[in-house]
């Protein structure tokens, strides 16, 4: 099973390193939209 919360760090580390900062707000709407289907 996948740990959830290294899948979120993973995901955030992905966008800090390419500084996607137009793409963020998606990106953290995305992560939000998981950990609320997680709970």
Known sequence: ???SSH???????ISHELNYTDDL???L???LAE????T
């Open 1 to 3: 099973m996948v740990n």
């Open 7 to 13: 899948r979120f760090e993973t995901l955030l580390k």
């Open 25 to 27: 707000d998606s990106v």
């Open 29 to 31: 709407e995305r992560i």
């Open 35 to 38: 950990a609320r289907s997680l």
